[in-house]
């Protein structure tokens, strides 16, 4: 069988893989062999799965190098399930057997030293190698008439080339995201191609119209997957679970204590198997869970009915983005019991794990308006308080006194937000990421330019987004989205250190790490940027019309002038700025530019520096 039968028989059939999913799991409660994952999924749902594991490992690889240790474990696999069951590379782990695959590949110098590692560390070791930083330049659409040639001629392979090019561009993103991915992809091109015959068709239209429904779940779920990953690697199982046990709570709310524990170590086994890069157990834990979820609904929610209907790829998806469901009628407002029952302190001391997942699950499931961040931290504080409250001689009203610091807690991050909505409200998009980059590059003057406008960008769309909201969803939107850019910065905090203050803040506590963030000043060990000649640089390019372009380079002025200058003053700064859109403005009608900001740039420096050394 040649490379491009293989392929084609791979990923026709991938694109189908989740009916051949077993929906019963009775069976597979301990890990299974090889073996017997093959005789589950089947040979072709096996293979499918193998080569995205493969291209999420072997970013580098080519195509066909993917498909050839996609058959060569497929044909262990196969061996194994008929009668080879006491041979002993079946009865490897299963991500023992990728791994050996790989480092028994010729040509592959960049895992050398992995190889050489046994595991577990072998497995870390290929983990730390997995790259989602845009070293593999992004995935170019050809124009809507190449591409549409080009699936009409190669309709069998071109799904397949698609599942292992956003593999490989996305390391971390779980198989069955990418399957729904390329369905959608699928979907897409029989959709504008179908219809390219049509005079009044217009191809280019219908590709801007769709390409964004298969690109931004790529995009959203791979960052949420790495950020799951993050958190589990950083701070542990311990912290993991208690974030899915505040989420799960309040989207169940009416879900039992012993339910929604259930799906907290369901849902936290997933995520080590799917971290792990184990995308067989990976996608057969997610089918275990929406399995019961979806057969539980009685007892877990009433509002995932719809979502339980759908195909399985979609069910997912539909149940994390479900409202959640309506509290219990006979919910109390509070939870006074977890203070004033008198066998408190006995119960922390005897059960401390399940006494404090208890107390987070009650409150959780009363405060849907509150980030599951915020939850974490109210635990935390409840932690603190027995901690302190049960040793002999605390004075009676020690935990009321608990009660007043929480009280005083909910309110200062409620204003935060407040006040952070109410600036974007007042300045806008652009005017508010200004703010947000005098604030980080004083905090963070390591960061490249580039990189301080990327993640204030993502933070002003969060404000975009959630300060339109009402005061119930808000904080939830806005921490929790925050959340994920702060797991961006601190992920690149670990592979290149920023600064101590950053390094605290990201390796301290996950539930504090955005106040933390927060309370961060000016980075005082920070040296500042020399007044070289190229630091400021006036050109013709600043009297573009383009009003997007023209925002960006005075953006990397202001951060320029910030790592020159970090203790500058407000006032400082508008007398500066003034004095660069007078010039901007006086350039900009010369009928000679470039000669114009050639004589005028050095003298706005000159009298810039007066200014800023005043």
Sequence with gaps: MNWRTIIYVILLVSLTVVKALPRSYRDIDQKNDIGQRFSQLHEKNFKAIAMIMFAQYVQGGTFGKAVKMAEDVTDLAKRCAAAARDNPDCLKPLDSIFLDTICQEENLPTFTDCCAKQDPKRNDCFLSLKNSRGFISPFERPNAEAACKNHSQHQHSLPGYFIYEVSRRHPFLYAPTILSVALRYEEMMKNCCGSAEDPTHNLEECFRRQVPKVVKPVKEDGLRQEHTCGILKKFGERTLKALKLAQIS??????????????????????????????????????????????????????????????????????????NDDKPA?????????????????????????????????????????????????????????????????????????????????????????????IYKEKGDYYFQNELLMSFTKKMPQLTSAELIKFTKQMTTIGSKCCQLSQDKLLPCAEENLDLVLGEICR????????????????????????????????????????????????????????????????????????????ITQGQLTSVTAAFTAMRERCCKEENREACFAKEGPELVRRSEKVLSA
């Design 492 to 567: 690149r905090h670990l592979t290149n250190p920023i600064n101590p203050g950053v390094c605290h803040c990201c390796s301290s506590s996950y539930a504090f790490r955005r106040p933390c963030m927060g309370k961060l000043e000016t980075d005082e060990n920070y040296v500042p940027l020399s007044l070289t000649p190229g630091l400021f640089t006036f050109r013709e390019d600043l009297c573009t019309t383009e009003e997007e372009k023209l925002q960006h380079k005075k953006q990397e002025m202001l951060i320029n002038l910030i790592k020159y200058k970090p203790q």
């Design 330 to 422: 006979d919910l109390t407002p509070h939870v006074r019991e977890f203070i004033e029952d008198k066998g408190t302190c006995e119960h922390f001391a005897q059960e401390k794990d399940t006494h404090l997942a208890r107390f987070l699950y009650e409150y959780s499931r009363r405060h849907p308006e509150f980030s599951a961040q915020m939850l974490l931290r109210i635990g935390k504080g409840y932690e603190d308080l027995l901690k302190e409250c049960c040793k002999a001689g605390a004075p009676d009203d020690c935990c009321s006194r608990g009660e007043d610091e929480l009280k005083k807690h909910i309110y200062e991050t409620e204003s935060v937000m407040k006040t952070s909505c109410d």
């Design 250 to 323: 309040q989207k169940f709310p009416k879900a039992d204590f012993i339910t929604v524990t259930k799906l907290v170590m369901d849902v936290a086994n997933m995520h080590r198997d799917c971290c792990r890069g184990d995308m067989l157990d990976c996608m057969h834990d997610r089918e275990k869970i929406l399995h019961y979820v979806c057969t539980n609904q009685d007892i877990i929610s009433s509002k995932i009915k719809k979502c339980c209907e759908k195909p399985l790829l979609q069910r997912s998806e539909c149940i994390v983005n479900a409202e």
